[in-house]
């Protein structure tokens, strides 16, 4: 395990603990930079939306923890944010969650010709997202999506 990887599994399992305290999800851990100007950015989610107020709880006692457990060598900038209103969809749970929504969809291979969809989600089972767009009823299988995150609305 290089070092690197080191250091993100122990950041996730501080992240992990610093997010059960705030009432919270982890969505992502990344580590950016190289060592000694790295740049931790913990995403986190919640069902009700993720606030300010949220990111600075989860910032405060992770910064707690780092501090007790120093796994990083030298300096680093914390930052903590959500995934944000054009999130990626990421697995079959969160089209599940976002049933409803408006996302745009990138397929690895065509479907009516296509590759590139834009509609609402309407159905979700085990393998296949059934999308509305603007002119019919698109069915996608899970296992060819290669790209898809929630589109803006407003």
Known sequence: MSQKQAIKKKVTE????????AGVELYDVEILGQTGKMTLRITIDSEQGITI????TVSRQLEALLDIEDPIPG????????????RPL????????????LARVVTKER?????????????????????KTDKKIVKIPYNIISKANLEIEL
Not at 93 to 99: A, D, I, L, Q, S
């Open 75 to 86: 300096s680093y900038t914390l930052e903590v944010t959500s995934p944000g209103i054009d």
């Open 111 to 131: 479907i009516d010709n296509q590759t590139f969809f834009i509609g609402r989600i309407q159905e979700v089972d085990d393998d296949t997202i059934v999308l």
């Open 90 to 101: 990421r697995n079959i749970k969160e089209f599940k969650r976002f049933t409803g929504k």
């Open 53 to 56: 107020q949220d990111c600075e």
């Open 14 to 21: 501080l992240a992990q603990e610093a997010v059960e305290v």
